[in-house]
C-alpha cells in the first residue's frame, strides 16, 4: 500500500502532535492496519457519502492515542482519508480531535 498525505493534513499532524506527543507513532501502526484492511470497516470507520464524486473517502473514527489514556481507541480524533482501489493508494487528507471540530471539512475533501 502506498501512503500519501496533503499539504493540508501535514499541518493537521504538526499541530495535533504538540498536544498529544505519541501521534506519529500511532499514526504509524493505523498504517499497518491499513495496509491489510484499507476499506471501511464499521464502527471503527465509515465511508464518507453525499460527496458527488468516484473517489472511496473514509472517516476513520476511532484511533487509539497512547497519549489521551485511559480512553483507548473512542478518543475524538478523526482521520479522514482517499482510498484508491487500483492504484492502491491512500491519501491522507484531514486529521482532527472531534473536540475541536465536529465534521470533516467537505471543501477540503472535494479540492482533492
Known sequence: MNFQETDEYRKDLKK????FKTLPED??????????????RPPISYRV????????IIKVKRIACRALKNK????GLR??????KESE??????????????NEDRERILGL
Open 72 to 75: 483507548g481507541s473512542n478518543t
Open 79 to 84: 482521520l479522514i482519508y482517499c482510498y484508491k
Open 49 to 56: 457519502s453525499g460527496l458527488g464524486i468516484p473517489d472511496i
Open 27 to 40: 499514526i504509524e501502526t493505523l498504517k499497518k492496519v491499513l495496509t491489510v484492511a484499507p476499506d471501511e
Open 16 to 19: 495535533l502532535t504538540k498536544r
Open 89 to 102: 493508494e491512500i491519501i491522507f487528507i484531514e486529521l482532527y480531535f472531534k473536540g475541536d471540530k465536529e
